[in-house]
């Protein structure tokens, strides 16, 4: 079976940087996936990594290690706006299976 | 651009009622997936179908039947429901088993079981 563990809440100031960690166990891994929700909203995808090291989107970076089942999503100066419930994922040979999400509240 | 559509975006049943929640996707996707995610929780697979005819188990089907007849269209049956169903249902699709980890999603369909 595939499980994914990851905070339930983080709390950052407005400005800063937050990493929101993932660990996963799973059998035939692909990759981790990320996707944001806000209230009331869909998900809605972010970022995958296939392979092992760091891929940047702009204000959004993602990191993942095979070899420590880990992975974790790095966040850059925050807004407001990125209030919301991040997941990760794990697609592989069947599908996707969401963590329980990371619900991360920026303050000013 | 309409990607993935649901109906209906609310509704209240009573128990023991049946309703049918359309999915439809326009992007010629194969693979389409029912999830539902109960309030502050991850999302949960329920029936799943990598093409037309084709349909199969998730994690939490119990209480729930789809069915694909077209790529386009993805329904998904509630007979008898039951407040254990109340929860937010998304559709989504994708061309394959998500090896790029992007799902499309429906914007949801609130169901309410009193």
């Known amino acids: 079976g595939q499980s994914l563990e990851q905070p339930s809440e983080v709390t950052a100031v407005e400005g800063a940087i937050v990493q929101i960690n993932c660990t996963y166990q799973?059998?035939?891994?692909?990759?981790l996936s990320w996707y944001q929700q806000h209230d009331g909203g869909a998900p809605t995808f972010l970022s995958y990594?296939?392979?092992?090291g760091l891929e940047e989107t702009g204000r959004f970076s993602s990191f993942l290690s095979r070899s420590d089942s880990y992975g974790y999503l790095l966040l850059q100066e925050l807004q407001m706006k990125d209030s919301a419930s991040y997941f990760c994922?794990?697609?592989?040979?069947?599908?996707?299976?969401f963590g329980k999400g990371t619900r991360l509240s920026v303050i000013a | 651009n309409a990607g993935v559509t649901q109906t209906p975006k609310f509704r209240i049943l009573k128990i023991g009622q049946s309703m049918t929640l359309q999915c439809t996707q326009d992007?010629?996707?194969?693979?389409m997936y029912w999830y539902r995610q109960d309030p502050g929780m991850g999302l949960k697979l329920i029936y799943y179908?990598?093409?037309?005819?084709?349909?199969d188990k998730g994690e939490v089907p119990n209480g729930y039947n789809v069915s694909r007849s077209t790529t386009e269209d993805f329904p998904l049956r509630l007979e008898l429901a039951a407040p254990s169903q109340t929860s937010v249902y998304f559709c989504?699709?994708?061309?394959?088993?998500?090896?790029?980890?992007?799902?499309?999603f429906g914007e949801g369909s609130r169901l309410t079981v009193l």
């Open positions: 994922a794990v697609p592989g040979n069947t599908p996707l299976v």
């Open positions: 799973t059998s035939g891994f692909y990759g």
């Open positions: 990594n296939a392979l092992d």
């Open positions: 992007m010629n996707h194969n693979y």
């Open positions: 179908s990598v093409g037309a005819g084709i349909t």
């Open positions: 989504a699709s994708d061309r394959a088993y998500a090896n790029t980890g992007e799902l499309f």
